[in-house]
């Protein structure tokens, strides 16, 4: 592969054809390596976690290191539903795709424990063969597979492995629906998104990405169109549409198209369901500036004074690990501009509003590190940076510390140290 930048510009909507077909049991075979692995490193960090309250895990003990912080909450909602007392921490703070799923699962399994992170593992095998395939069709072969690398050596992605979150889950139907949109399925993509945002708060960045993504693959169809390009060879063959070309494109959108808005929905009936069982749609929003959490909107959030005041005063080892996540929210803002130029108007909105949505409403970046995981086109972008970057020890440099951090901190996380 060539070192210069062009060697890798593939127009947006196009398709980046590999010699080879995509490697699926391969990756599906790492990730299976990758998984077993982090789960030897939290069962043996979990030994000398402090002790807790053991009687909801029931599960294997091997799994105990996967279960810890918002994993009591999702475990909480499974298994006797949502409360919220205005003022307080209350799980209404957390979404219901995941823990809905889990007690669905543990139907069959018999167990809560296991169910989640049965859940969160399966998701995150789907969610990075999907990743997978994305890439492999809009980078070359050795970008493709980069970014795989970077997805599943990124110091966070540990919560692809195990934990029972709904980081996972949530990656899993953002990738989704826009691979069902590429396939101009409309409204397969929006009932898709509509889980998304019925998964985390951030899902509302799917919503946007997808309407967006719409507007531009009309735009491309009508540029082909002008062109006197085939039908058929529309959306690879287009030039990348400008900002003017999506608002015109408006004027083309029809009935099947509107089905990417389907993908509001899951957010509006969460709000619905808030509404009628606690009388407040936006319960959701103000339990994050309860007492604990204490994530209220303001100054004081936006520009990190908690942050600030933690590098300062400490403790220090707080400070690194905060630190951490905002390096990676940093690199992932500096990747926006190579999101557009590669993937186009879509990907970009998605990505900058679910990295906005945390870096904003965020006292000290506590958390962030899993939003950059969901932002896949800027893991993506990563990946493409650095395999065509000139300086070629950057790559396996910069694969081998990523890998070091993602063992460092699945170790910390079986210890119940808060990472992210």
Known sequence: MQSTDQSTVVAPGATARSDQAYPWAAVLGVFAVMSATLTGVVAWSERHRPLGDESILQGPSWLDGWFQYDAGWYHHIATAGYQ??????????????????????????GDVQVAGSLLAVLAGAAAVLLFGRWAWER???????TALA?????????????????DSLFLLCAVGSFMLLEKRWYWAAGLVGALAT????????????????TLELLAQDRAARAAGDAAGEAAGSAPRPGWRDLV?????????????LLSGAGLGAWCLFLWLEFGNPLAFVEVESAPGWNQGVGPKTWFKVVYAGTLVKGPYDVAALLTL???ACLLAVLLLRRVW???GWGYLAYTFVVLVIPILG????????????????????AGDYLAGSPRRWLRPVALALSGVLLVLLTSLFGRSVAVS
Request: no cysteine; glycine share 8%.
């Open 341 to 343: 130029r590669r993937f």
């Open 139 to 145: 980078l070359p072969r050795p970008a493709a597979l």
């Open 84 to 109: 919220y007392v205005p003022g307080q921490q209350s799980s209404i703070a957390f979404f219901p795709v995941f823990p809905l799923g889990v007690r669905a699962l543990a139907n069959l399994t």
């Open 248 to 260: 015109r494109a408006v004027r083309d959108v029809r009935w099947r198209h509107a089905g990417v």
């Open 150 to 166: 970077v997805l599943m050596l990124y110091p966070y992605a540990l919560f692809l492995y195990g934990a029972m979150y709904a």
């Open 362 to 381: 965020t006292k000290d970046f506590m958390g962030t590190g899993r939003y950059v995981l969901v932002a896949f086109p800027a893991i993506a972008a």
């Open 198 to 213: 019925a998964g985390r708060p951030v899902g509302v960045a799917v919503a946007v990405g997808l309407v967006v993504r």
């Open 325 to 327: 996540q905002a390096v």
